[in-house]
């Protein structure tokens, strides 16, 4: 006979483990019962002391990934990396209609059993079935680790408190008054890794020339990294485009950066005083491979009848500069830098995109229920500043 559920210990539970931070894992499977996979906090290590590892995941039985698991006998376990939430929401079901199959939303490879591994996790241990039970709603399948996928740099995505977040290092010091006596004032500011380079390191001389000592904590990312990193309180407020912000969030528009082409010094179209979408129709393009910008560059060219010949794709601001400094395509970008040389000494040149495209606005964000601090709106103050005199 099942025993009852108390409801109001259930609720307390819940509450409670709401507080326990863990790791974002999608556990994928693929085999006789086909491909199947998702989202799950509650993974762990059993003991690494077997003939083989062992960890343990929970899924809900009524999950088709639970069933998959079973008769497939395989699972991959993915841990995510803190720029990978929308991986985990489309496993979670939250992008229903966006894919006609979850696996779209990344690429993925296979290990040892065949079960789906994402490409570029944090981590990904490859897993045999050697045993499961039914606990209440959920399974709890044991896996005998069969391979290990491991990053060479990269965070853990984090969930607690109902809410994705970042692990942060926290610098240990000698002794509790050591502490005390080293306080300073702290920012945590957030930035777009497109943007940061070019305005945050006169923007952080100026607060400093006006503070002194500051513990400045810097968070770069693209943009659905910086909008995580504000909803989360990672950072107080933070640099980014002004798209498909949450509703939690107030702007403030700083700026508008119109979108160019970047081309070798050498190129043959370099001559020309500006380019449409369909000069470009035939080159190889360079794309700046970060949200939202390469939906942004993409649209543009789409919008213009001319599909892009993509030849190079890259998150770097800077190895999209280079690719293109050594004249294998061209670029869009809304970033200007000072200088026009790449990292390793080549000449590129920027010229307008005659097109009639949406600005990229700039704006300041931070949460809307809550008030800046003291820092915080000093640092805001400096930012309307610098770009009120650009």
């Known amino acids: ?110 290990q040892t059993t065949g079960a789906p591994r994402v490409v570029d996790p944090l981590v990904a241990f490859d897993c045999r079935l050697v045993h499961h039970d039914r606990v209440g709603t959920h399974y709890v399948f044991y896996g005998q680790v069969e391979d290990i996928f491991v990053a060479e740099s990269g965070s853990p995505l984090i969930y607690a408190n109902r809410a994705y977040g970042v692990a942060s290092r926290i610098e240990a010091v000698p002794t509790a008054k050591a502490r005390q006596e080293s306080a300073v004032g702290t920012l945590s500011i957030g930035c777009l890794h497109a ?50 912000l949450a509703e939690g969030l107030r702007r403030e528009r700083l700026t508008e950066l119109t979108p160019y082409v970047l081309l070798a010094e050498g190129h043959a179209l370099a001559h020309r005083s500006e380019l449409t979408p369909h000069d470009l129709a035939d080159e190889p393009m360079v794309l700046l491979n970060a949200a939202p910008s390469r939906e942004y560059y993409l649209s543009i060219m789409r919008n213009a ?51 009639d495209a949406t600005s990229s606005p700039v704006v300041l964000a931070y949460r809307a229920d809550g008030e800046l601090s003291a820092l915080a709106q000093h640092f805001a103050r400096l930012c309307r500043d610098v770009f009120a005199t650009d």
């Open 1 to 110: 006979m099942t025993a009852s559920v108390d409801p109001m210990l259930r609720q307390q539970f819940l509450g409670g483990m709401s507080n326990a931070a863990c790791t974002v894992n999608v556990v994928t499977t693929d085999g006789v019962a086909g491909r199947a996979g998702v989202t799950v906090s509650a993974m762990s290590s059993v003991s690494a002391d077997t003939a083989k590892p062992t960890l343990l995941v929970c899924v809900h039985q009524r999950s088709q990934a639970a069933e998959a698991i079973r008769k497939n006998g395989v699972f991959c376990v993915n841990v995510l990396r803190d720029d990978q939430s929308y991986i985990s929401d489309t496993f979670a079901g939250r992008f229903k209609g966006e894919f006609d199959d979850k696996f779209d939303c990344a690429e993925w490879s296979v």
């Open 195 to 244: 943007v940061g380079p070019y305005i945050l390191p006169q923007l952080i001389s100026r607060l400093q020339g006006d503070h002194g000592a500051l513990d400045l904590r810097l968070v770069e990312g693209d943009q659905r990294r910086i909008q995580e990193s504000l909803l989360t309180r990672e950072c107080e407020l933070a640099l980014v485009y002004d798209l498909d």
């Open 305 to 355: 009848g001319v599909e892009p010949k993509v030849a190079f794709r890259s998150a770097s601001f800077e190895m999209v500069r280079g690719l293109v400094g050594h004249g294998l395509g061209y670029a869009l970008l809304a970033t200007k830098p000072a200088a026009a040389m790449t990292y390793d000494g080549r000449a590129v040149v920027a010229r307008p995109l005659a097109v």
